[in-house]
């Protein structure tokens, strides 16, 4: 997610990132305004409705106790100190190595969103693995409210994030059950933007998926080595503005890749526990993303 210094901007962005309900957006709101109607019709204007999110279709949460999964969380060696993370992988009667998939979280930590999507990317076959950027700090625990948890990200650097995540990367080279050359990474909003560093910054990475993430500086695409899927939404016009200019430097390069926007789909359209979630652009994303990491890691695994 963009940096953005307005409060109410960033209580909007939390509301879509699910840290809260509209009710509570509205209360913390009219503490800025001074008055609920005034709170009410700047929310609405940025595009804030009475309408609630429809509701998950069956099947798309995968539950902290499935037992088709092995979940567990893991401290492993970062540059400054123990990473704090959580491994998803399927049960097997035999071992068996899968590729790796890592799951970069949004701008609060690693949330039990981010955990459940974990456990989604595992029940598709990787193992997943999510690491909390939070950790030097002491991790999301330290923080229980969502603007203490992005705070404590706002401390954070591009240069301290991206050493914890090629950190994380070492580490899914040592699990015993994942292809340590053919690893994935994908993230949402500050993630996307933490994912798309990742993917010009680490030769580990063989393939990523960009959920509505900022890009690198234009010549930082030269060291793009894996092939990469930018996901967008159309009504998202800080980030999805920077699309065409990504597509040129992309094509210009001979880099593979694919764009997808939205039509109709917010920021944060992903995050079913937030406000701008599009069940129909979610589960379309998601698929997307499976295929985009099975075609360029598990077929490359099969035909090697």
């Known amino acids: 997610m963009y940096e953005?210094?307005?409060p109410i901007v960033s209580l909007v962005h939390l509301y879509f990132d699910g840290a809260f309900n509209r009710r509570e957006l509205i209360r913390r709101v009219s503490g800025h305004t001074g008055s609920i109607a005034a709170a009410a019709a700047v929310v609405a204007g940025m595009g804030v409705l009475d309408a609630q999110p429809p509701a998950c279709p069956d099947g798309i949460k995968v539950p902290d106790d499935a037992p088709d999964l092995v979940m567990q969380d893991v401290q492993f060696p970062g540059e400054a100190g123990p990473l704090f993370?959580?491994?998803?992988?399927?049960?097997?009667?035999?071992?068996?190595?899968?590729p790796g998939l890592l799951v970069i979280?949004?701008?609060r930590g690693l949330v039990e969103h981010i955990r459940d999507v974990t456990r989604r990317a595992a029940r598709a076959g990787y193992v997943a693995v999510s690491v909390d950027l939070l950790s030097r700090q002491g991790g999301v625990q330290q923080f229980p409210e969502a603007q203490q948890q992005t705070q404590a990200y706002g401390r954070t650097t591009q240069d301290t994030r991206r050493a914890d995540l090629k950190s994380t990367l070492a580490y899914m080279k040592t699990l015993p059950n994942v292809m340590g050359d053919r690893l994935g990474t994908f993230g949402f909003c500050a993630g996307g933007g933490n994912a798309f560093d990742l993917a010009v910054s680490s030769e580990d990475v063989s393939a990523s998926v960009i959920f509505y993430g900022a890009p690198p500086a234009a010549d930082l695409l030269d060291n793009l080595k894996g092939p990469l899927l930018g996901i967008y939404a159309e009504l998202d016009r800080n980030l999805t503005g920077q699309v065409p200019a990504v597509i040129t430097g992309l094509l210009n390069r001979r880099k593979t890749f694919g764009i997808h926007i939205y039509e109709g789909a917010?920021?944060?359209?992903?995050?079913?526990?937030?406000?701008?979630?599009?069940?129909?652009?979610?589960?379309?994303?998601w698929s997307k993303t499976i295929a985009w990491f099975?075609?360029?890691?598990?077929?490359?695994k099969a035909d090697a």
């Open 266 to 285: 917010n920021h944060g359209f992903h995050n079913d526990t937030g406000g701008a979630y599009n069940p129909t652009a979610a589960c379309d994303a």
């Open 4 to 6: 953005d210094k307005n």
């Open 85 to 98: 993370g959580y491994v998803a992988y399927s049960k097997t009667d035999e071992p068996v190595q899968l």
């Open 105 to 107: 979280h949004e701008n």
């Open 294 to 300: 099975d075609k360029n890691l598990k077929a490359r």
